[in-house]
């Protein structure tokens, strides 16, 4: 399994990131799991673990105070060079804008509409992004 | 009215109008009429004239319109489109004029050149026609359209934001209820599986709806597409879309060839996936659906018919189905959210075109939806 150390689940929804820690177990995940409920929280696991990076960022756009794609803006430089995180966009947004400002970013590699299924978790954990998202 | 002038005097080259008939036709009316000469000269006003402007006739006639209106008329009103009517052209403007006593009024001006007895332009006929009313309901009709407008996009906006910001609490009761249903398959309490399947039933009725209700809003949201449309593609695509259903009733959908319309490919997939959606969902239980597309040229347009094998519609709800929300059947027999039909009315009406429902022979529905040809 291509990711099998450490997701990162960004998302102000609580009860979704527990739905989507269960679906990722489900799909065969036995590594850490990380939640952060804001954008800033996630900056600041990221800043203070550079030895434990996530090998998946779970991503979710409409968060109070920083959006998801400020996130991984400011969050870029952390994400890629020795440690190379892969993020992907989990939101309940299914708007053309999102998706294009998603796509306009290098650091996203995919863009999944909630909820997560086990289908699309297995699919991530093996390492198979969508770059056309 | 009948209006006869006597001239005391008569200069050398005027032409007196002796038949009456033809003097009333040209004096006769609700407009502003006059005639200069060459020099600008009223050589003849109608009575409508001296009204307006307040003057006698001895006032006006024989008079410059510089010396009748004042200079600061007739140089930017006048002047230059005189000279060009003498020249031989047809003017026509619009302009504000501030008459005495009746105030500010939006007119139409007209000159002409006048044509003399030898083909020659003696002068110009001008006629001026007071339009306020028409530009005051004008205006009336614009503010009322532009408020409309502003109303109608507030209330996209207030459904739009509505549905999007339901659909994750939606989300989250369909999940876990989902969960508790898997922990609570096997086992003895009944009633708790009972219970789930409600509240799960429930998520899922909430989440077609607010996908259906997004899925009107936007089509109104959003400019149709006026380009060539092959609905043949359109009907791989949707047949596409619809494999999982189609596999599981054993449904047969007969496509004939179908033609390339004018209009928004995304919206005519909506339409065409809602119509087949309903053809197989409403068939009598154990009834294999029959779903058979076909269109026929119609003048300028195209008569797209879908038709099925199923329960049909009795006459008097086949215009009701088109209204937003209207179900025909309880939950119980036939799920739907009552926005189908109503979606495909307004791309129909989006295309120009519209959407009626006739029976089969069969007692089933045919479908018929009226799209513009390509041009």
């Not at chain 2, 003048?299 to 006459?315: A, R, Y």
Request: aromatic share 8%; hydrophobic share 40%; charged share 25%.
């Amino acid at each position: 399994m291509a990711i099998s150390q450490r997701i990162l689940l960004v998302d102000d929804n609580d009860a979704d990131n527990v739905y989507h820690e269960i679906v990722l177990r489900r799909a065969g995940y036995k590594g850490e799991v990380v939640v952060c409920e804001s954008g800033e929280a996630a900056l600041d696991y990221l800043r203070a673990n550079p030895d434990r990076p996530p090998e998946l960022v779970l991503l979710d756009i409409n968060m109070p105070g920083m959006d998801g794609f400020e996130f991984a803006r400011t969050a870029t430089p952390y994400l890629t060079g020795a440690a190379t995180a892969t993020v992907v966009m989990l939101t309940s947004s299914a708007s053309e804008a999102d998706r294009r400002k998603a796509k306009a970013l290098a650091v996203i590699r995919g863009y999944i509409i909630k909820p997560l299924t086990e289908y699309t978790a297995g699919e991530l954990l093996a390492g198979r992004f969508d770059d056309n998202f | 009215m009948l209006e006869v002038h006597q001239r005391g005097e008569l200069k050398a080259g005027e032409v007196y109008l002796e038949n009456q008939y033809l003097q009333a036709l040209t004096l006769t009316g609700p407009d502003l009429q006059a005639v200069i000469d060459r020099d600008y000269r009223y050589r003849y006003v109608n009575q409508v004239y001296l009204d307006y402007w307040q003057k006698r006739r001895d006032e006006v006639e024989g008079l410059t319109i510089a010396e009748v209106l004042g200079i600061e008329m007739f140089e930017p009103h006048f002047k230059a489109n005189i000279d060009r009517a003498i020249d031989g052209a047809n003017i026509t403007f619009d302009a504000e004029f501030d008459f005495p006593a009746l105030g500010k009024r939006f007119v139409r001006v007209s000159i002409m050149p006048a044509n003399g007895r030898y083909e020659n332009i003696i002068g110009a006929v001008l006629r001026i026609e007071d339009i306020s009313d028409l530009k005051e309901t004008e205006l009336s009709l614009r503010q009322a359209v532009h408020l409309l407008e502003e109303k109608k996009l507030d209330l996209q906006r207030f459904i739009y934001i509505l549905s999007h910001d339901l659909r994750e609490p939606v989300n989250t009761i369909l999940n876990f209820s989902n969960l508790l249903r898997e922990r609570f398959a096997e086992g003895g309490d009944v009633q708790v599986r009972k219970f789930l399947e409600f509240v799960y039933k429930g998520g899922e009725r909430m989440r077609n709806l607010l996908e259906d209700l997004l899925k009107y809003v936007r089509v109104d949201s959003n400019e149709p597409g006026r380009g060539p449309v092959p609905l043949d593609e359109v009907f791989q695509e949707v047949k596409q879309d619809l494999s999982a259903v189609l596999e599981r009733t054993q449904a047969q959908i007969v496509c004939e060839p179908l033609p390339i319309v004018r209009g928004d490919r995304h919206m005519l997939r909506v339409l065409l996936q809602n119509l087949i959606e309903n053809a197989i969902k409403f068939v009598a239980p154990g009834v294999v659906p029959q779903v058979v597309i076909s269109a026929q040229a119609e003048g300028k347009n195209w008569q797209l018919t879908v038709s099925d094998n199923g329960i049909g519609v009795k006459e008097e709800h086949r215009e009701l189905i088109f209204d937003l929300f209207k179900r025909l059947h309880s939950r119980k027999h036939y799920d739907g959210t009552g926005l189908g039909l109503a979606t495909c009315r307004r791309i129909a009406e989006l295309h120009g075109g519209r959407i009626w429902m006739t029976a089969t022979p069969q007692g089933g529905c045919g479908f018929h939806v009226l799209l513009p040809k390509r041009k």
